[in-house]
């Protein structure tokens, strides 16, 4: 793997794992300000939202990403500059538009949401209000990601990776303080708080908008001396550039919204499915906070690792396949699988045995809050394995099976959500989803195999290895905790930090030594395990 992708990577997936913690921390306070009631309607809100959000901007940072990158290896920079330009504009009006759209059928889709009863008039109202709440969003951030997007296809990711730390950090202030001043001091309601929660989408989609024109007008003198040394012999129209953007968006509108569309189907099915077993609407409710909101909430951590490394891969990907350096690419996957697995493994595995501390230390101690966790967590590794293997394939010009693979896992989602969640109530949901995300990701091998030529048995070989130490260091962490419970108790908030602290220092020691111990971590990190090594004295 290239120097320039491993620090692009390393700098876009930092932000992004910063974004995530971000994300996560806050629902800490953010729980005890609405509670459960408040954070599944949250919830309700947030999911539409974000399919809407991914097809307003059309998959637009990842296809800038792509289609930028593309022509700057022909160094025919203008035409990139002149998809800046018109683009705009373009995501202006898109923007606008979605949220029109979502603003007016906001009540259409709580009432889908909601079970057919009178006596649920009032939730029907509740939804609908947090969700134009949320929709003055869409007006910004399909203009703001336009802009990433172009950075992104200079591989500059610095841009992204700040703004959407900014962008956190400025929405959840507003969310947090905004919350806790409706509840505490202006008496509010449950609604109105997570209105104002909602609403700070709006709010820190603005600031991450000033990050990003602050680094525009930093780099243009730049981009304005790459554009003096383009070749100009490359004449696209602007209604060719859009052709070929849309033709590249269109599946990263899927990918953008592959994790929406599957809470979506819980969105619609999982309520009414759990009330028809005979639960009230009250207890489907906090079930499905737990499982949507909560449990996802931890859940999708480790997954922000893949996310950096699927926002970086496709600019060099693209760049390998258009020249024809297949060794180059090969290298990249190979680098890229083996990270992803070494780093993803054990976060998820730790999620899963330490469910119960963990879930006590962010919310509070819930029988149904640990069992949902420790089913939920492994299914971290397919959400990350499906975004890598679907930037993959958009890398190597075969995005059209993005949509056919994630259609697939829809279907089985849909078909086996209410049978499954029926036979295992919660668990069940979950299940239903590890299953339509399996089915994606082996089509998405498939076709990586098929088109790419790519060798897999090397990274199977690897990450067998890699699942060997993981079953190791589970083993020796499980026993520290079951040691660890006799004396400390997981129901408790500030015994389960200690013991989330020592279980979590010993994995990391078990895992970390093993990786060291048979050049593993030399192989995919390189020198920088060797500067770490030097720093602590120990033998290289």
Not at 194 to 219: H, Q
Not at 470 to 482: H, S
Request: aromatic share 12%; net charge positive.
């Amino acid at each position: 793997m290239s120097s320039k992708l491993i620090r692009g990577t390393f700098i876009l997936t930092l932000g992004t794992i910063l974004s995530k913690v971000l994300g996560l921390l806050y629902v800490i306070p953010f729980y005890q300000i609405v509670g459960p009631e408040g954070t599944a309607l949250y919830q309700y809100s947030y999911i539409p939202y974000t399919i809407f959000i991914s097809i307003a901007t059309a998959g637009v940072p990842l296809a800038v990403s792509k289609f930028i990158s593309k022509y700057n290896a022909l160094e025919e920079y203008a035409v990139g500059r002149k998809l800046f330009k018109s683009g705009l504009l373009i995501m202006l009006l898109t923007g606008i538009a979605s949220f029109l759209f979502l603003y007016l059928s906001a009540p259409i889709m709580a009432e889908m949401v909601v079970p057919d009863d009178k006596a649920n008039k009032g939730s029907i109202e509740d939804i609908a209000a947090v969700i134009r709440a949320v929709s003055f969003a869409l007006i910004v951030v399909p203009f703001m990601s336009l802009i990433r997007g172009y950075f992104q296809g200079h591989q500059s990711m610095g841009p992204s990776a700040v703004s959407q730390v900014v962008e956190q950090i400025v929405r959840i202030t507003f969310t947090l303080a905004g919350a806790f001043i409706v509840m505490e001091y202006l008496n509010g309601s449950t609604v109105m708080a997570v209105s104002v929660a909602t609403f700070a989408a709006f709010v820190g989609a603005i600031g991450s908008l000033v990050v990003l024109f602050w680094y525009w007008f930093k780099r243009k003198p730049y981009l304005d001396q790459l554009l003096e040394q383009d070749k100009g012999t490359v004449n696209v129209s602007l209604s060719e550039i859009y052709k070929e953007i849309f033709v590249y968006a269109a599946p990263f509108v899927f990918v953008g919204i592959a994790n929406s569309l599957f809470q979506a189907v819980d969105q619609f099915t999982f309520t009414r499915a759990m009330t028809e077993l005979g639960n009230s609407f009250k207890a489907a409710n906090a079930a499905f906070s737990i499982m949507n909101f909560e449990s996802h909430k931890i859940v999708i951590i480790p997954v922000s690792l893949a996310t950096g490394f699927s926002l970086a891969l496709v600019p060099s990907i693209t760049k390998a396949f258009v020249e024809n350096d297949r060794k180059s690419l090969n290298q990249q996957l190979n680098q890229a699988f083996q990270i992803l697995l070494y780093l993803t493994l054990p976060a998820a595995l730790g999620l899963s045995l330490l469910a119960e501390p963990i879930y006590t230390v962010f919310y509070e101690h819930k029988p149904l809050g640990t069992e949902v966790l420790t089913v939920y967590a492994p299914v971290a590794i397919l959400f990350a394995l499906y975004l890598v293997t679907a930037s993959i394939l958009q890398g190597i010009n075969e995005q059209r099976y993005t949509v056919l693979s994630l259609l697939v896992g829809l279907l089985i989602k849909l078909s086996l959500n209410i049978p499954l969640i029926q036979m295992f109530e919660t668990r069940g949901a979950v299940l239903a989803t590890a299953l339509g995300y399996l089915a994606a990701i082996l089509i998405q091998f498939f076709v990586i195999k098929k088109y790419a030529s790519y060798p897999f048995l090397f990274v199977w070989r690897r990450s067998l290895l890699i699942v060997i130490f993981g079953i190791m260091m589970w083993a020796g962490t499980g026993l520290v905790y079951q040691l660890l419970l006799l004396f400390l108790s997981p129901e408790s908030k500030v015994q389960s930090i200690i013991i989330i602290v020592v279980c979590a220092a010993v994995g990391g020691v078990i895992y970390f030594y093993l990786g060291l111990k048979s050049g593993l971590v030399n192989r995919l990190f390189g020198d920088r395990v060797n500067r770490i090594k030097q720093k602590l004295r120990l033998p290289i």
